[in-house]
Every structure is written in C-alpha cells, then in structure tokens.
C-alpha cells in the first residue's frame, strides 16, 4: 500500500454524489439576500473578511468544494476507503 494511498484514502470515503449536494446545499444557503459562500468570497476579495465569524463561515460553506478539490488531486487513492468499526 502506498504512501499516498495511507495517506489520503479517507478523501474517498464519501461519495461523490453526497459531496456534490453538500457542496450545493452549503454553497447556496441561505439564498437571500445572497448566498453565503459568494458573500463571504466577495468580502475576501475586497479585504474585509477579518472577522472571525466571517472567516468560520467561509470555511464552513466552503469544505465541500475543497474536499471536492481535494479528492480530485488524488486519483491514486481512489476505491481505498477503510473505516475501522
């Protein structure tokens, strides 16, 4: 077993299909006045994400598109998921 297989085998754990709704449910939430994720995105553009409420929530709307990513970059690890019962 690879190092890279150890390593990040537990990206591939969930599926794709419950990433991807998490993603959207996340990324959209709540929809007015805008969703979330493009607010908070906007304030780090402009420089004012310096709250840490702000912060959290753009890590929060944020993780399933980074573990999307994630996953993504590491095809090697692809099938292997153990879970320890």
């Known amino acids: ?3 890279q297989v150890r390593l990040f085998g537990w990206l591939h754990c969930p599926s794709m299909a419950m990433l991807i709704v998490a993603a959207i449910m996340l990324g959209i939430m709540p929809v007015f006045p805008e ?14 994400l310096v709250r840490p409420i ?8 944020g993780w399933p598109l980074l573990w999307i990513a994630l996953r ?11 879970v320890r019962t």
Do not use: I, N, V
């Open 1 to 3: 077993m690879s190092l």
């Open 35 to 48: 969703p979330h994720l493009l607010e908070k995105l906007r304030m780090l553009m402009h420089g004012q």
């Open 54 to 61: 702000d912060m959290f929530d753009l890590l929060w709307h």
């Open 72 to 82: 993504l970059l590491t095809p090697g690890a692809a099938g292997y998921c153990r």
